[in-house]
Each structure stands twice: as C-alpha cells, then as structure tokens.
C-alpha cells in the first residue's frame, strides 16, 4: 500500500448551502445548521441548513404549486431542459468531482466516473421524456376500446444515500422530471452539498421554481415522515439501507404511495475453474473497489473454484496492497477514507470476528495510523460461511474469500442471503455463464464483468435488496400512473 500527502486543493464557497424551497435559498427551521465533514482530513467544510417539519411541508407546498404547469410542459422542453442538465453538469465535472471527493472521501478518480455516471441519467431521461407513448386497441368483445395513457404520478419524494451523492440523486430527479413530476430531494446528511450543487444547474438549466426542491434535515425520521403523510405525496423513491428502507415503507403505507426501494446488497462474486484468470481479477478489482466498497453493487463474498483458488487470492492481495490510499481529492489516490469513524469501527469488527473464526490475513486487516477514516484494503481468505461479512453488507474495502470445488454448492452459497441486489459470475464456458445466470436470486448479473451499473439498463433488486427499477425505459415507469379509459365512439 502506497500513500502521498500533498497539499489539497478546495475552493467549496461557491456553492449553495441553504433549502431550496420554491425557487428560493432559505434558512431551515430545525435549529443550528449541520456540519458536513472532509472524512480525508476530518475537517468541517460546510455548513447547510437544518429543515423542519414546517420547512418539509413548505417544500411540499412548492412542488404541489409547480406541479401542473409541471405536468403540462410540452415533453420536448422537459427534454431539451433535461439535455441542457447534461451538459452543464458535463461542462462541471471537475468541480463537480472536487466536491463528492471532498464530502465523502471518494478517490477522485471515482467521483469523476460517477459525474460522468451522473450527468448521463439527465441525457437518457431527456431521451425517454418524449417516449412515453401508451396503448389503444380493441376489447376482446369488439364493443369498445382499450385506451392506456401514462400520467405523472404526482409529487415525487426521493431520499438518497452519501455513497453516490450526485448519481443517487439524478437517476431519481432526472426520470421523474421527464415523467412530469415535480419533487423534493433529502440528501444524506453526510453529503448534502452535491445534491445542492445539482440543484442549482437544474436551476440554470431552466427547471422552473418549485419542480425541483431540496431539503436537508437532521430530524430525518421527523421531517420525512411529515412528508410522507401529506396526502399530496404520491410517490417514495429510496436508496439506502434495507433496515431504513423498511421504516420508510411502513411510512409510506399511511397514504398508500407508490415506493421504488434501492436496498442494501451482499453481492456473491463466483469465479469457475474455466475462467480466464486475469479477467476474473480486474473484475474483482473493480467489483470490489469501486467507490473503496462502499457501494451496494460491492462484491461482498468471493467463492473462487478450488483450482484457481491459490493463484486467485495471492494475485487478488497483490493488487489490493499495491493500491494508492490517501486523501480523496489527490489526483493519484485509488482508494480514499470510509465516510465516518463508525464505518471504520464496523468494518474492524468484522475482519477481527472473520479472524476470530480461523480467515487468513492476506493483506491489510487494520486501520491506518493517520487523520481521517482510512482502512487498509484487505483480503480475507478461508473465511467461514459464519463469519459476519460473509452474511452482512460489508461497504468498505474488504474482500473474504473461501474456495469452492461444486459448482451446485457455490449456487446454493451465493443464493444464501436475503439479499439480491446483483451476483457476479466469471467463467469462460458462455453457455454455462447463462445457465447459472438464471439460477443466480438476483436482479442484475455481471456475467464476465466487474461493473455493470449503466443509465441505459434496469438496476434493481430481488428480495430485500429493493422493489422496482432504476434506469434504462424502466426507470421512467416508476414515476408514471397507469390511466385506462374503455372508449365507446
Ligand atoms: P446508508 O447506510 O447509506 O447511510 P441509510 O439508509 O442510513 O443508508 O440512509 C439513506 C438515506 O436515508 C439518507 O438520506 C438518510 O438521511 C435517510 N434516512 C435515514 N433514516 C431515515 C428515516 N427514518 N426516515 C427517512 N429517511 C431516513
């Protein structure tokens, strides 16, 4: 493991700070402001405003007040408002990379594939804007008509997490907006000043005031659930954790709304004894390392055939500890600081609790003695089906091993979790590859590939890892209402 301590540069006092509550930057009601944190430095760097449940309610008042003009917009200016989104966040992705990497310790070099991640929800959804087209046919009875019409479902609330603070944001705002929804955003509490930074480009891209508002709170459970019973909400869309994600879906059930839930994962990684090895590696690489593993597409258990095994693990340490770990906003970090000192404390417990229960250190299995919330990246091998992280969502740069030697076995392993997010698969044996794909409890496959997140494409989950879909025609559909009218002419 390398590391390099230069000078950082930041210039964050552009950027707003306030709620943005029809149109307006206003000051929250829910007392002193909340502090966001460098987690490389550990130093404060911002402050943003701490809504109320009046300020939620006001925020609800605006996208109902935007909210038919909204609806009523021709779908070719949503989409030209949408592709001007783009662009902008394009022309700013730089700073706009500076700004994720600052607030929650991403390398660079991750924040700027997520912008570019980012920016691309709004041009898809600027294409799809004008795509909703709905059904008209006959009756199987022949005495009427069938017409389908897609609506807007209403006023949108998307709550999303600090791991992608900009992508988690537009791959909600931009299909809703193109759907016709006005909505409130409720950044996590971590890394509020993105989804505020994206706010103000909608803004200039000429969203008009009221269709986009952003709210951030300290009282999360209070102000969300206020919002969540005004009967004006119609639609919930959360990424986060399974445990909150089940609150908010008990909160949801009061007004009956429609809910898209982007749940935790525990992604199995299977690597077969006919794969080519060097693929499996840069797969697991960025499987794992992607955004330092605190993503829920993350492989979080590799079960690798016991004739690749040996060579798999030493190859897999290899690179884990030649990574670059240091401040996240240096050009040459591959891997920055976890988010918060209890995502460092959680993840220590779980490599003491695998090691406790006989896994091998291969590299790594501490934290770095220095400022911020660093871990050393890890590779665990023989760890037991009982250990924790072989069972929980790890979220941080971690990777437990075990070897398998039946291909039914490893199935039966990586199906063994209430999750089912996405399930990696390496074999050079296509046919094989898809077989196994279809028995994998899982909504997304990484057949032969380490990454597989891409605005074009479903992304969801089975099981406890979510309901609904996010990107690609699907994605759209989670903001739209189903209107049948039987039609006599
Ligand atoms: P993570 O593990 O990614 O931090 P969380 O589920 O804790 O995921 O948080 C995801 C988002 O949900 C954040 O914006 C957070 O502030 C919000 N959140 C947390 N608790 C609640 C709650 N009780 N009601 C509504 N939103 C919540």
Redesign the pocket.
């Known amino acids: 493991m390398n590391t390099v301590s230069k000078p950082r540069p930041l210039a964050l006092d552009t950027l707003p700070t306030r709620l943005l509550i029809g149109g307006d930057w206003r000051d929250g009601r829910g007392g002193e402001d909340i502090d966001v944190l460098d987690p490389s430095t550990e130093a404060v760097v911002a402050s943003v405003a701490n809504a109320s449940v009046e300020d939620g309610i006001a925020a609800v008042d605006a996208a109902a007040a935007a909210a038919k003009d909204w609806a009523a917009t021709a779908p070719r200016r949503r989409a030209e408002i949408l592709r001007r989104a783009f662009e902008l966040m394009t022309e700013r992705a730089d700073f706009l990379a500076a700004v994720i990497s600052t607030e929650n310790g991403k390398a660079l070099s991750d924040a700027k594939g997520e912008v570019a991640y980012a920016a691309e929800f709004f041009r898809w959804y600027a294409e799809e804007a004008v795509r909703l087209a709905g059904d008209l046919g006959p009756s199987p009875s022949g005495a009427y008509n069938i017409m389908v019409q897609h609506e807007p479902i209403g006023i949108a609330l998307l709550?999303?997490?600090?791991?992608f603070p900009a992508a988690m944001a537009t791959r909600k705002i931009a299909p809703a907006l193109a759907a016709g929804c006005t909505c409130i955003l409720?950044?996590?509490?971590?890394t509020p000043l993105t989804a505020l930074a994206v706010a103000e480009i909608l803004g200039q891209a000429g969203v008009p005031a009221g269709v986009v508002n952003v709210v951030t709170?300290r009282s999360?459970?209070?102000?969300?659930?206020a919002v969540?019973r005004d009967p004006r909400v119609r639609k919930l869309s959360?990424?986060?954790?399974?445990?909150?994600?089940r609150?908010?879906l008990r909160?949801a059930s009061h007004q009956v709304i429609s809910c898209s839930m982007e749940?935790?994962g525990n992604a199995p990684f299977l690597v077969f004894e006919d794969a080519d090895l060097e693929a499996a590696l840069d797969g697991a690489m960025l499987a794992k390392m992607r955004n330092g593993g605190e993503a829920?597409t993350a492989a979080n258990r590799f079960y690798v055939h016991e004739a690749l095994y040996d060579r798999f693990a030493d190859a897999f340490a290899a690179r884990m500890a030649a990574l670059t770990v240091d401040d996240g906003v240096l050009p040459e970090t591959q891997c920055g600081p976890l988010?918060n000192p209890a995502a460092v404390e959680r993840i220590d417990d779980l490599v003491q609790d695998a090691v406790a229960r006989g896994a091998k250190v291969l590299t790594g299995g501490h934290r770095l003695n220095r400022t911020g919330y660093f871990y050393a990246p890890t590779v665990l091998r023989d760890v037991p089906p009982e250990a924790r992280m072989m069972q929980e969502e790890i979220?941080g740069p971690i990777a437990p091993l075990a070897s398998f030697s039946d291909e039914e076995a490893a199935i039966a392993a990586a199906n063994a979790t209430e999750y089912g997010l996405i399930s990696y698969l390496y074999t050079g044996n296509l046919r094989r590859g898809l077989r196994l794909s279809s028995r994998l409890q899982s909504g997304m496959v990484g057949l032969n590939r380490g990454l597989v997140s891409d605005p074009a494409a479903p992304f969801g989950g089975m099981k406890a890892s979510g309901i609904g879909r996010e990107g690609g025609h699907h994605g759209i559909m989670e903001y739209i209402e189903t209107k049948y009218t039987a039609v006599s002419w």
Do not use: H, Y
């Open positions: 709550i999303t997490p600090w791991n409720k950044p996590a509490t971590e709170t999360t459970g209070k102000v969300m659930g969540l959360f990424t986060g954790s399974t445990e909150v994600g609150v908010l909160e749940l935790g829920c988010v979220f």
